[in-house]
């Protein structure tokens, strides 16, 4: 199967959302919650993540998680990944709760489209503060992709998390798996990059990015992904953005839907006047109106 098909296939399969003047999203993906070992790249930038939760949910957004939420490449135990990020899982149960929680899976992720290890592993969590399970995702399915339906202009956004453009990454994902968990985990640990990783190989990076963008082309859709850890603005001409990822060492980034715009944001560490410091939100480049991309 060609690079387009296995992207073309995923949003036969999508779930299909609105998208007017009112709707209000925050795309965020590339978590990699972890165990809380050394390869837990996560935990560095937890707070920003709960700063960014609680900033979206207290302003009506409805958070959609682009893949690879969670390392399950690296990690065998979802119960310990749940354990080490109580508060990150209890700010997501808040928005399942409120309707307003949908995910896509992604490489790392994969084994979230299947519905029985989602119910086995996702139904409940452990709340820390209650001393006592409580609900996360039940009933949740976890999808390939997400349209976002123009209901105005027609100029719908398609969500997808990227994989597909790279083949040892979709269908070979049980062998990259295998090579991440038992050999370059343990490379990564003293300083040996994975070369498999698009977004670790500038190369790889390089060519994923190329084909989801031409996708979004010649296809005449604007599509926004993540997987290549590379945030990436939309702008007028190019169709093509990219969320970043919540690991990288100066942040998080994700990309914002309000009023039908599109904005690139990142949360960092700042430090106010009197050296106290604090998350601060930050628009990357010029935010992008839908009306505005040439299809």
């Given at each position: 199967?060609?690079?387009?098909?296995?992207?073309?296939?995923?949003?036969?399969?999508?779930?299909?959302?609105?998208?007017?003047?009112?709707?209000?999203?925050?795309?965020?993906?590339?978590?990699?919650?972890?165990?809380?070992?050394?390869?837990?790249?996560?935990?560095?930038?937890?707070?920003?993540?709960?700063?960014?939760?609680?900033?979206?949910?207290?302003?009506?957004?409805?958070?959609?998680?682009?893949?690879?939420?969670?390392?399950?490449?690296?990690?065998?135990?979802?119960?310990?990944?749940?354990?080490?990020?109580?508060?990150?899982?209890?700010?997501?149960?808040?928005?399942?709760?409120?309707?307003?929680?949908?995910?896509?899976?992604?490489?790392?992720?994969?084994?979230?489209?299947?519905?029985?290890?989602?119910?086995?592993?996702?139904?409940?969590?452990?709340?820390?503060?209650?001393?006592?399970?409580?609900?996360?995702?039940?009933?949740?399915?976890?999808?390939?992709?997400?349209?976002?339906?123009?209901?105005?202009r027609k100029k719908d956004i398609y969500?997808?998390?990227?994989?597909?453009?790279?083949?040892?990454?979709?269908?070979?994902?049980?062998?990259?798996?295998?090579?991440?968990?038992?050999?370059?985990?343990?490379?990564?640990?003293?300083?040996?990059?994975?070369?498999?990783?698009?977004?670790?190989?500038?190369?790889?990076?390089?060519?994923?990015?190329?084909?989801?963008?031409?996708?979004?082309?010649?296809?005449?859709?604007?599509?926004?992904?993540?997987?290549?850890?590379?945030?990436?603005?939309?702008?007028?001409?190019?169709?093509?953005?990219?969320?970043?990822?919540?690991?990288?060492?100066?942040?998080?980034?994700?990309?914002?839907?309000?009023?039908?715009?599109?904005?690139?944001?990142?949360?960092?560490?700042?430090?106010?006047?009197?050296?106290?410091?604090?998350?601060?939100?930050?628009?990357?480049?010029?935010?992008?109106?839908?009306?505005?991309?040439?299809?």
């Amino acid at each position: 199967m060609s690079f387009a098909s296995r992207i073309s296939e995923a949003f036969d399969q999508a779930l299909k959302l609105p998208l007017d003047d009112r709707s209000r999203y925050i795309l965020l993906g590339d978590c990699h919650r972890g165990t809380g070992n050394a390869n837990d790249n996560f935990l560095k930038n937890e707070y920003l993540y709960l700063a960014a939760l609680h900033y979206y949910f207290n302003r009506g957004f409805t958070y959609l998680e682009l893949g690879d939420g969670d390392e399950l490449w690296e990690n065998r135990s979802i119960q310990k990944i749940k354990e080490m990020h109580r508060h990150s899982f209890d700010m997501m149960a808040k928005f399942y709760a409120a309707g307003r929680f949908f995910g896509i899976y992604g490489n790392h992720d994969i084994v979230k489209k299947n519905p029985a290890f989602m119910e086995k592993h996702f139904h409940s969590y452990y709340c820390e503060h209650a001393m006592c399970e409580r609900p996360l995702f039940p009933d949740i399915v976890f999808y390939p992709a997400i349209i976002l339906q123009d209901s105005m202009r027609k100029k719908d956004i398609y969500l997808i998390h990227g994989h597909q453009a790279d083949p040892l990454n979709s269908t070979f994902w049980p062998l990259s798996r295998f090579l991440v968990r038992y050999v370059w985990k343990a490379l990564e640990s003293i300083g040996v990059p994975d070369p498999t990783s698009a977004a670790k190989n500038n190369k790889k990076k390089k060519q994923s990015e190329e084909i989801l963008s031409a996708w979004a082309k010649e296809n005449h859709h604007i599509l926004i992904s993540g997987h290549t850890h590379h945030p990436m603005a939309g702008t007028p001409a190019s169709p093509y953005l990219n969320t970043g990822s919540c690991i990288h060492p100066s942040g998080i980034t994700g990309i914002e839907i309000e009023n039908r715009c599109l904005a690139l944001v990142k949360w960092s560490i700042a430090a106010r006047d009197d050296l106290s410091l604090f998350a601060s939100r930050e628009i990357l480049g010029e935010p992008v109106c839908v009306d505005e991309i040439s299809l």
